[in-house]
Structures are given as C-alpha cells and as structure tokens.
C-alpha cells in the first residue's frame, strides 16, 4: 500500500481560520509534555509561561514592548508574501535600520535639536528600505531568489553591527565593552507608560495595523500585489509589473522592518550592543502565517509569541530552565501550524502500490527493475 496526499477540491475555510487557534492549544499541550520529560511540574510551568507575563501593569507593558518589532517586521513579511515574495531576512533589515538611526542619534544626539528624533526614526526606515533594496534588485535584475539573498544579508548585517560596535563605535569610554555610547535624551523614544518602559513605537506599530489592511484590501496597489501572487499569468496579462511588485514589497518589508530596529535600540536598549534583537526578524515569519497575512491577525500573533519570549524568560528564572524553551514553543507552534494547513489543504490516502514500484523496504533488484 502506499500513502498519497489527494489535494481537496475545496479545502475547509473554517478550518483555515481555526487552524491558528488549534496550533496553539496543540502547542500548549506539547509544552506540557516537554517541561515533565524535563522534571518539572507542568502545570506550574505553563502557569508561569503564560499566565504570569500577563498579571500587572509592567509585565502587560513588556508584553507590548516585546510585540511591536515583532509586530511591524510581520506585517512588512505578510504583505511581500500576498506576492509570493519571500523576505526571510527581516533580522536584517532590523539591524541596518537600527545602524542608521543610531549614526544620527550619535552624530546629532544631545544638542537640543528637535529634528534629531524624527530623522532618526526616518533614517531607520530608509536603513532597512535600503537593505532590502538589495535583494529587490537582485531578483528583478538577475532573477536571484530572495529567500537565500535576504537570509544571507541578515548574517553581513549582523557582522556588520559586530564590526561597528567593537570598533569605530565602541565607546571609549564604556571600560572596553562592546557597545555604543549611550544615546542623549532627546533622541530616545519618549515612553507611553511611566516607570515602565513601552515606548512611542507601540503606538506607531498599532497604526500600521489598519494602514496595512487599507493598503491590502483597499488600495490599487493592494490589488496588484494579491493579483500578482495568486495569478501571475493573469497579472502579466492585464498589465501588472511584476518587478514593480517585488521593489514595494521588499522596500515596505524592509522599511518596517528598520524601524523595529531603530525602537529596539532607541527604546529599551539605548544604545548599540552587538545583540539587538533576540531573533524578532526570523520569528516575525512566524507570526506572519500564524496570523494568516492578516494585519489584524497579525497583531494577536504578535502579542502571543510576545508572551512565549517573556514567558520563558521568566521559566528561566523560576525553574531554571534553558533560554532554548522559547524557541522550541515557537517551532511547535510552526511545525502544527504547517501540518493543519497540509491536512487542509490535502487528504491522505492509502491505494495500491503500481506494478512494478518498489515498496519501502523492498530492495530493488535488477529483475524488478527490468519489468517495470
């Protein structure tokens, strides 16, 4: 017998939706089942994963701190993959972005300038725009796939912040530790909640939720983009540029995405460490597809996976578990993500193996071969 996967002729749109919530429930369950394998009360651990994180007013604003990078990198990974156009190095982005805010927060930062702030936050754009700029020119110019070109400029950006950090910016005055100066009031972003430390950025992020569905679902733009990924004959057909495309998915992607940076190092950070970022370019994929490239999905997958990083960061200091839990939660939460939508999208099915075809386990012969 052999197992084959029958594509559905109309996969379950219930299903579709619900898929998300039955990953995480899933998920849940899994994480149960690890912290016993591991020795420890599994009850008492999902309470302090997921629970804890959400009592008290500081905690609730680390929760949105921890959203809003992970909100904007997703939104911008969301709306280039409507055209099948896959940004995977969103981490990158982020890093340029927070390279080129943070050359105007040093160079301009402390003298009283007014303008130092908003230039900052538009050199973070225009840093992560640039940065994916590359594999936007790469793909329409050389046909090189943006999945490995984006990927592999998120390790130069990182090497990239290395350099800079424990060289030509490493403050002389920081005891040899690699990192920048601190940066001057006036160029830090103004907090939301006192004695906490959510920042104006959260409220930015916030925006870019209904943008992003206007855009999507309402703009000519939009309606190239989805055209252009469900049915890229019938685009090229009606007039649609194609590279027109990849060059705004890849900039907006992008431009998002080095904002998120620029908040992490002018937020909570306040200067340029060699790590700004505990993965929120990559988790951002993630939260993309868990929020099914909805913006307003999105924005509820970004405060649940906000609360996987601070729920681990607690487990770490409750039970001493290793800072690695966050992340196997976040892979279960893709791996039963992806296996539903297989299922909904394809039904398995057991027939007859040909004449002729091997079955596993059966070692080919000359003979078998021949009569195939």
Not at 216 to 222: A, D, K, N, V
Not at 274 to 287: E, H
Request: hydrophobic content about 55%; glycine content about 12%; overall charge positive.
């Amino acid at each position: 017998m052999q197992l084959r996967l029958i594509a559905r002729p109309q996969p379950s749109r219930t299903m579709y939706y619900l898929s998300p919530l039955l990953a995480v429930v899933f998920a849940i369950i899994g994480s149960g089942v690890i912290f016993a394998l591991m020795g420890k009360p599994p009850i008492k651990a999902l309470e302090i994963m997921f629970i804890s994180p959400l009592i008290g007013l500081n905690n609730l604003a680390e929760l949105g701190l921890k959203a809003t990078p992970l909100l904007l990198c997703a939104i911008g990974i969301a709306i280039g993959c409507r055209a099948s156009v896959w940004n995977i190095g969103a981490e990158g982005q982020l890093t340029l972005g927070a390279l080129a805010g943070s050359w105007v927060a040093l160079r301009f930062g402390g003298a009283g300038h007014v303008w130092a702030l908003p230039l900052m936050m538009i050199a973070g754009v225009v840093g992560g725009a640039a940065w994916a700029a590359i594999p936007a020119f790469l793909r329409t110019r050389f046909n090189a796939h943006e999945i490995l070109t984006t990927l592999m400029l998120s390790y130069v950006a990182i090497q990239l912040l290395n350099f800079l950090v424990r060289g030509p910016w490493r403050d002389p005055a920081g005891f040899n530790f690699p990192q920048s100066k601190e940066f001057a009031d006036d160029v830090t972003m103004p907090i939301l909640i006192a004695n906490t430390r959510l920042h104006m950025g959260a409220v930015i992020a916030l925006i870019c939720v209904p943008v992003a569905e206007i855009l999507m679902r309402r703009s000519l733009i939009g309606y190239h983009v989805r055209v252009v990924g469900l049915a890229p004959g019938a685009a090229r057909y009606a007039g649609f540029s194609e590279k027109r495309t990849v060059w705004f998915c890849l900039l907006v992607s992008g431009g998002l995405a080095g904002f998120a940076g620029i908040g992490e190092v002018a937020g909570p950070l306040g200067q340029l460490q060699p790590v700004i970022s505990p993965g929120y370019g990559f988790a951002a994929i993630i939260v993309a597809y868990l929020g099914r490239l909805n913006p307003f999905g999105i924005l509820l997958a970004s405060l649940l996976m906000a609360l996987v990083y601070l729920g681990g960061d607690t487990l770490q200091v409750s039970l001493q578990m290793p800072d690695a839990t966050a992340g196997v939660i976040q892979g279960m939460l893709l791996f039963f993500l992806l296996g539903m939508d297989l299922f909904i999208g394809f039904r398995p099915r057991l027939s007859p193996t040909p004449r002729g075809v091997p079955t596993p386990g059966t070692a080919v012969t000359a003979g078998a071969l021949s009569d195939a």
